[in-house]
């Protein structure tokens, strides 16, 4: 991998409780040199550890909600980096209670932290930055407030014809450069040579939404339009429907339609309900109404917009 691009780690793949199989929730965000985790179950340093995930590297967490959970792996990530001398400052996103929570995770430590945490609330419509990533948010439909992510790389810009360029005129690095950056400028015989002429259209940059636990929901389909991949809370099938109503969960068949409807590349099923053996038959229910479903598992590492 060449550092830039997007990939992601599932952690924990299990609702409620941790098993041999399956932790509770966590993913890990990694672009470049940077590392972001998108909820903290307990067990989480562990699940890093496991999955060969640089965890030193985490910059931010961001919580989706503060249910045991998705949130029980943070004060036993907070003294491992006491433990290590960390330094640097560590970001903290989430709903509100997010203050709370973190002076509270921060306090159950015997010490003061070497390091600086700060906790930063949350709601829709504001737009967030992980590094050059943006990060945007919507609530979800859940018995907690939950909101759900979504993280987007930048567009990149277009690739240059170089040959292209040189045909007409351009012979120097410094031009070419500029013509890459959407400048004009001029040939050697003095005519000018324009970005459209020589440089295609800009890369989109890749995407990922995180639903968290929630029923379906609109602000949901809506947040993750044309995502590359999608992580959609399936705690149970369709013969546990009516626990997924009333828990606030979804069904791996209600997670399918909430893909199809977005326009997603790829559907990532998660936070199976321990009752389940395996998820067999979400996967199959799933895939009967959006083929490009699957199973997500622990310690699953995938690359969003790349065939998995
Ligand atoms: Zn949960
Ligand atoms: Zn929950």
């Excluded at 409807?261 to 895939?287: C, K, M, N």
Aim: with cysteine; aromatic share 6%.
């Amino acid at each position: 991998m060449n550092g830039s691009g997007l990939r992601l780690t599932f952690l924990g793949t299990g609702a409620g409780y941790p098993t041999p199989g399956r932790n509770v929730t966590g993913l890990a965000v990694e672009r470049g040199r940077r590392l972001f985790l998108l909820d903290c179950g307990e067990g989480t340093v562990r699940a890093l550890q496991a999955a060969g995930v640089p965890f030193g590297r985490v910059r931010a967490v961001l919580f989706s909600h503060f249910h045991a959970d998705h949130c029980l792996g943070l004060p036993g990530l907070l003294q491992t980096f006491q433990l290590m001398g960390r330094e640097r400052r560590l970001d903290i996103y989430g709903p509100p209670g997010v203050q709370e929570f973190v002076r509270r995770a921060v306090s159950l430590a015997p010490f003061s932290p070497s390091f600086c945490t700060i906790a930063h609330e949350l709601g829709p419509g504001e737009e967030s930055t992980l590094g050059d990533l943006g990060v945007t948010c919507a609530w979800m439909d859940h018995t907690a407030p939950v909101l759900g992510y979504r993280i987007q790389e930048p567009d990149k810009p277009g690739a240059l014809d170089a040959e292209r360029a040189r045909a007409l005129g351009v012979t120097h690095g410094p031009a070419m450069g500029r013509l890459k950056a959407g400048e004009a400028v001029a040939a050697a015989d003095g005519a000018t040579v324009t970005p459209q002429m020589v440089v295609g259209p800009p890369r989109l940059g890749r995407s990922l939404v995180f639903s968290s636990d929630t029923r379906p929901n609109p602000g949901l389909t809506a947040l993750a339009e044309g995502a590359d991949a999608l992580v959609h809370d399936a705690t149970f099938t369709d013969e546990h429907a009516d626990r997924a109503a009333e828990t606030g969960h979804s069904t791996a068949a209600q997670a399918a339609l909430t893909a199809r409807d977005a326009g997603v590349e790829q559907l990532w099923l998660w936070h199976f309900s321990q009752r389940y053996r395996d998820p067999g038959e979400h996967l199959a229910q799933a895939r009967a109404i959006f083929p490009p479903s699957e199973a997500s598992y622990d310690g699953l590492k995938i690359t969003p917009g790349q065939p998995s």
